[in-house]
């Protein structure tokens, strides 16, 4: 069973990245998704979650309007579309799965991928 994220990278401010969590050994069928980031010295926070139907959605204040999540369950992949970045999203993105719901309580993740690296030049 792993999470796998990637899609990070080194991009200007204002510009776009997509990450994408890859499922394998499992389905993502029943397990909501979130999508966490660490910036460096700084706590873990959730950044936004789907369903496991894709029908309901959150986005934390700091991302709203500008990311977007989705999912394929065909492809058993999330993805988190990042537009107008900003040097303050530079950060680990992480993925996590959990049973059913769609929340980014982390005690309440069921598994977790390792980290991605985003990196917002100004």
């Known amino acids: 069973v792993q999470l796998q994220a990637s899609g990070g990278g080194l991009v200007q401010a204002g510009g776009s990245l997509r990450l994408s969590c890859a499922a394998s050994g499992f389905t993502l069928d029943y397990y909501g998704i979130g999508w966490f980031r660490q910036a460096p010295g700084k706590e873990r926070e959730g950044v936004s979650c789907i369903s496991k139907s894709g029908g309901s959605t959150y986005y934390a204040d700091s991302v709203k309007g500008r990311f977007t999540i989705s999912r394929d369950n065909a492809e058993n992949t999330v993805y988190l579309q990042m537009n107008s970045l900003k040097p303050e999203d530079t950060a680990v993105y992480y993925c996590?799965?959990?049973?059913?719901?769609?929340?980014?309580?982390?005690?309440?993740?069921?598994?977790w991928g390792k980290g991605t690296q985003v990196t917002v030049s100004s």
């Open positions: 996590a799965a959990d049973y059913l719901t769609c929340q980014v309580a982390e005690a309440r993740m069921d598994y």
